[in-house]
C-alpha cells in the first residue's frame, strides 16, 4: 500500500563524482521526491557525518543512504562493513547505487547486508527512470524504522 502523501526523507548520497551528485540531485527533483539531502564524497567523511565526529557533530541520523562503491580514502564496501557492523547504525538501509555490475562486488554488497544493489545506468533516460522508480519506492512503499533515542 502507497500513501498520497510521501513522508520527508533525510537521505545520505555517499559519491565523489560532483557529476553524479548533480546528476542524481536532478532525478530526483524530477521525480518529485520530498527529501532532505547531505553528499558527502569519500568514505571516512561518511563515517564521520554518520558518528557525528568533526565538523557533524549535529548531524541528522538519515533515513536511507545512498552509496557509491568507489569512493577515495575508504571503499564503499568498507563503510557499508563499518556501518552495518555498528549497533547505532546498523538499522539505517544502505541502497548501493554504483557503475560496478561485476557479480563479485553484488555478491559482497548484499553479505554485507545491503538493502539493495543498483547498477547506475549510462543512458540519462534510463537514469532518471531508476531514481523516479528509488523514490517512489522509498519514500512510499517501504517501511523504515523509527530510531528512538539514537
Known amino acids: 500500500m502507497t500513501s498520497e502523501h510521501p513522508r520527508t526523507l533525510r537521505l545520505l548520497h555517499v559519491e565523489d563524482n560532483i557529476g553524479d551528485v548533480r546528476l542524481v540531485a536532478e532525478a530526483l527533483k524530477e521525480a518529485g ?10 568514505g571516512i567523511e ?22 557509491d562503491l568507489n569512493l577515495p580514502k575508504k571503499s564503499g564496501l568498507e563503510v557499508l562493513a563499518e556501518i552495518k ?7 539505517i538501509p544502505v541502497a548501493v547505487f554504483t557503475t560496478s ?7 559482497r554488497a548484499y553479505g554485507l547486508h545491503a538493502s539493495c ?9 534510463d537514469l532518471f527512470r531508476v531514481i523516479a522508480i528509488m523514490a517512489k ?14
Open 117 to 125: 544493489y543498483v547498477t547506475k545506468p549510462a543512458d540519462l533516460d
Open 46 to 67: 561518511a563515517l564521520d557525518y554518520l558518528r557525528r565526529r568533526g565538523q557533524y557533530t549535529n548531524a541528522s541520523r538519515p533515513d536511507l543512504i545512498l552509496l
Open 85 to 91: 557492523s555498528d549497533t547505532r547504525l546498523g538499522h
Open 137 to 150: 519506492f522509498w519514500s512510499n512503499t517501504a517501511k523504515l524504522p523509527q530510531v528512538i533515542g539514537l
Open 33 to 42: 521526491w520530498v527529501h532532505q539531502s547531505v553528499v558527502v564524497s569519500d
Open 101 to 107: 555490475s561485476a557479480p563479485l562486488d553484488i555478491t
